[in-house]
């Protein structure tokens, strides 16, 4: 009788730069409650550098590249996990293009669908194989990052706004599918600055100027986001939250 192969959970998190960003923080988290996690990004030489740390530190973790827009190469990257021995407990989905603010007359019309390419349809993409995967055991989590312009669009940010109003109902859609079949879909809106490199590295300093000016937890810190992640992947399924708002107490809303 052929023995079923015992896959391990594992946590995956699609969108990871900087260590010191939402998707490096999300890692630690991850890694610190036990699942081996997999930090998915684009750029080869930067995973390769963040797993030497990540690794460094303990944690159990290994750097993937792949290009969410490319339904084969997300296909590739969950094979991989899965020819591991691994499988996704929890997935992230916390890829995003650049918001800086550009002029509507300024857009151009392949800026926009790139921005929506890897805003929208990735989530898309890295959801359906994430949905495959969790589907046999009928549990998991599936946690999209929204934005402030997922509520509402603000102007120069247009394509964004496009982009991740649309990623929010996509996971509305998922959640009302998969959600009775075990799987648990979430979406945050992170509204406000989050202190990570991203922000703190914009143009001429104006991002570390910016950030000292909000002052004292005027910021969304990325430790304190992976906090609240960690207690959505964990929700009983009696409790589970669809939608969650995130912003410092000084932001206004």
């Known amino acids: 009788m052929k023995k079923t192969l015992q896959l391990q959970p594992c946590a995956v998190v699609v969108g990871v730069g900087a260590e010191n960003g939402v998707g490096g923080a999300l890692c630690k988290k991850f890694a610190q409650e036990g699942l081996p996690v997999y930090g998915v990004g684009r750029n080869t030489t930067k995973m390769n550098a963040l797993s030497r740390r990540f690794v460094a530190q303990g944690m159990d973790y290994q750097s993937l590249v792949a290009d969410i827009t490319n339904p084969e190469s997300v296909a590739e990257l969950f094979e991989q996990i899965r020819n591991a021995g691994r499988i996704p407990e929890v997935v992230v989905f916390n890829a995003s293009e650049k918001n800086m603010p550009v002029p509507l007359k300024d857009v151009t019309a392949n800026m926009a669908e790139n921005m929506w390419r890897v805003c929208c349809q990735g989530g898309f993409i890295v959801a359906q194989q994430a949905v495959?995967?969790?589907?046999?055991?009928?549990?998991?989590?599936?946690?999209?990052?929204?934005?402030?312009?997922?509520?509402?669009?603000?102007?120069?940010?247009?394509?964004f706004a496009a982009a991740k109003a649309g990623l929010r109902s996509f996971a509305q859609s998922f959640a009302r599918e998969y959600g009775p079949k075990g799987i648990h879909v979430a979406h945050v809106v992170l509204d406000g600055v989050v202190d990570g490199e991203r922000a703190s590295s914009a143009v001429g300093g104006i991002g570390k100027a910016y950030l000292m000016s909000k002052g004292t937890h005027g910021t969304l810190l990325p430790a304190a986001v992976a906090d609240i992640y960690r207690q959505l992947h964990q929700q009983h399924p009696s409790t589970w939250t669809q939608e969650l708002d995130l912003r410092p107490f000084k932001e206004k809303f």
């Open 132 to 159: 495959a995967a969790m589907l046999p055991r009928k549990q998991g989590s599936l946690i999209f990052t929204g934005a402030t312009s997922s509520l509402r669009g603000r102007p120069q940010f247009a394509a």
